[in-house]
């Protein structure tokens, strides 16, 4: 389950990197529920601070 979290994780920061918001929170959210220990749980916090700060509007969660 470890490896197929780490996978997820791993989507998700491409996603982000090119700006996909939605689906990278997607992945991570997959890499925690596999994985609660996942580096995702971080990983999606920050990433619902970003959002949170930079788009209200357009996220809610």
């Not at 996978?7 to 491409?14: A, D, F, L, P, S």
């Not at 918001?21 to 995702?40: G, H, K, T, V």
């Amino acid at each position: 389950m470890k490896e197929k979290a780490e996978k997820y994780y791993q989507q998700g920061n491409e996603h982000r990197r090119h700006g996909d918001w939605q689906q990278a929170l997607n992945c991570y959210m997959e890499a925690i529920a596999l994985d609660p220990q996942s580096p995702a749980v971080e990983a999606k916090q920050m990433l619902e601070d970003i959002l949170n700060f930079y788009h209200k509007d357009t996220y809610n969660p």
